[in-house]
């Protein structure tokens, strides 16, 4: 998603909380759901810094629009496959209803051991707690509904067939809308944001992050514009990642062992 995409969205969201509806659904269409920043637009720019910081700025823009609807419940209908930033735009949602057969990618580490934005240090742990938190973020492995559910990172699966996967959301959102426990439901949605701001603002999650985004981006270590150059261009890997190829990472562990031996 560019900065200009990221925009959109986020005035379209604005346009639809102005309508008192009980429950807003932000739905993807069946190709993809959200991969994050736009690397492609980044890696044509004149500066490839500069446009991944107005990027990435503009999808935490984006997200924080999406925590802070406080009047109503939020639905991010996952209907095609989602990685890196994508992953984290969902859980901004309440609830995140995945079709069958999507993949999630959630890490950022492959392009070039890139920190991540999208408030993800204060929803992903407050989706699955700290520990999972650590086995998402550093596993780098891609996850289907099942993992997803088992995580919290889904929270109701929808059928495979996408023609079937848009009545069944139709169908569970007017249901959710017509819910007795609804304003209840949306009464602890904001008293829990209004305590999590109290203990630690959104502001602070995102300062923290982006001083770390920023290294990646205008630091002395190249990885990350190496990484995003090589995946723009489809710059075949030399060998296949250890996060993949466990076998040789024990193999190399041993290596090393004998090595210091």
Known sequence: ?????????????????????????????ADRWSNGIHLGIIEGANSA?????????????????IIET?????????????GAGGVFLSLAADEVWMREGVILNPHYKDMGNLY??????YLLPARVGEDRARRVTQARLPMGVDEALELRLATRRLPGNVESA??????????????????????????????????????????????????????FDPSYHVARYNFIDKTPKSRTPVTLAVHRANADHSDRRSTMR
């Open 116 to 121: 991540g934005s999208e408030y993800w240090t």
């Open 166 to 219: 848009d009545w069944e959301l139709l169908r569970a959102a007017a249901e959710l809308a017509a819910s007795p426990d609804l304003a209840r439901r949306i009464a602890a949605k904001r008293a829990r944001r209004a305590g999590d701001e109290a203990e630690k603002p959104l502001a602070a999650y995102r300062e923290e992050e982006l001083r770390r985004m920023r290294r990646n981006f205008y630091g």
């Open 1 to 29: 998603m560019s900065s200009e995409d990221c925009d959109t969205l986020r005035k379209a969201i604005t346009r639809a909380k102005a309508r008192s509806l009980p429950v807003l659904v932000l739905q993807g269409d």
């Open 70 to 82: 406080d009047d109503r419940l939020v639905v991010a209908a996952v209907l095609g496959n989602a």
């Open 49 to 65: 810094a500069d446009e991944s910081w107005r990027n990435i700025n503009a999808m935490n823009d984006l997200v924080r629009e």
